[in-house]
């Protein structure tokens, strides 16, 4: 009887949750530098700020054990934890395999309509993947963040991952330089993963501590150190100390 017992509650144990482990800390991160006239205006003014993170799969979450580690679910908490006093909002607008000519399509329904203050716009991989021009490529991105601009949206480019199988695509250098030099062309921020992975990597840490078996999207641990990294950079350009009231 004693034996059945012990038996029945080892099968109950194994169909329960593990528990989440801790997190390990993340490696130390290089400061990026964001303007955000419009968010940091919004948050001085008590106003609601929405946040879309914008980009296909590394933002939908591919690789995430969950929807709530998710880069752009942890910027959400992140940034609440740092501005508890703002109304603040990050809509998840990630859809996995595409690439700007889709997301283009899907600009007006997906990202206007929802009137946000802040896109940060994360493009390229599936570009490079699937092995587009780069000039094309660039032609629909400056066409998105001309609209964006027009209706005062601040908006942040973020450039791709540093995983294997982006690094080892033919064009993958063209479209790294395309995407900084647009960012500058236009004088716009660009929150630099390939800055911040190669960070990562000089300060010791493997890159299977942050990108999956895949050998292209983020683990937990890399949208988290992602998130980390992203929120500082935010905080900074429109912090505690611009809030109403502070």
Partial sequence: MR???????????????APLRAEEPCPAA???????????????QGRPVTVIAFG???????????????????????LHAALPEAHLTVLNRGRGG???????ARLERDVIEAR?????????ANAVLRGMA?????????????????????VVLMDSQRAPRILNAPNFPEFD???????????IPLFSRAMLMEAWAAAGTP???????????????GYACLAQALTHAMVDAAGPRRIAGR
């Fill in 177 to 187: 330089r395309a995407i900084r030099d647009t960012a500058a062309r236009l004088h």
């Fill in 134 to 154: 780069p000039e094309a490529f660039i032609a629909l991105l400056e066409d998105g963040i001309e609209r964006l601009r027009a209706l005062g949206v601040d």
């Fill in 30 to 44: 290089p400061a990026q530098r964001l303007s955000l006239p419009a968010t940091r205006a919004a948050l001085s």
């Fill in 56 to 78: 296909s799969s590394s933002t939908e979450g591919a690789g995430a054990t969950g929807p709530e580690r998710t880069y752009p679910a942890l910027l959400e908490a992140g």
């Fill in 3 to 17: 034996a059945a017992l012990l038996a029945l509650l080892l099968g109950l144990a194994l169909l329960l949750p």
């Fill in 116 to 124: 946000p203050t802040l896109v940060i716009w994360q493009a390229g």
């Fill in 207 to 221: 890159a299977s501590a942050m990108i999956g078996p895949d050998g292209l999207h983020h683990n937990d641990h």
């Fill in 98 to 104: 595409e690439d700007v000519t889709e997301m283009m």
